[in-house]
């Protein structure tokens, strides 16, 4: 069955963002996100030094499905397919959006290529 994405900016001042992972899949992703909020918590069992000490929560440990309780959205980003997987179920379990980052097949939402001048954004799917 084809995935069918319905274009929509979502507002996420004061809402908390999960990144489960913390490597180069994890970073991409991160760098467009932050230019839009400061309230992101980066969970992974390690942290790569280019996101390490940028300001962000980071927790070092391995995921656990506990770990989604209380963020709005949830970016899996590990380089483990089955991990996101899980990520994926537990999160849509739990009623969240979740993008598995590099795969749509997988994911709730997606996160277009974004191009940002002031106050205007314009993405491409």
């Known amino acids: 069955m084809k995935k069918v994405f319905l274009p929509l900016n979502i507002r996420i001042d004061n809402k908390k963002i999960l990144f489960v992972g913390g490597g180069k899949i994890a970073m991409h992703k991160i760098r467009t996100v932050e230019q839009y909020t400061r309230n992101i918590t980066i969970l992974a069992p390690e942290i790569h030094d280019d996101i390490k000490g940028k300001g962000f929560t980071e927790i070092v440990k391995r995921y656990e499905p506990s770990d989604l309780e209380g963020y709005f959205l949830v970016y899996a980003s590990t ?47």
């Open 79 to 125: 380089n483990d397919e089955e991990v996101n997987r899980r990520i994926m179920e537990d999160a849509e379990a739990l009623g969240m959006l979740v993008n598995v980052v590099d795969n749509r097949e997988l994911s709730s939402f997606i996160s277009p290529a974004v191009i940002r001048k002031d106050e205007m954004t314009i993405t491409v799917s």
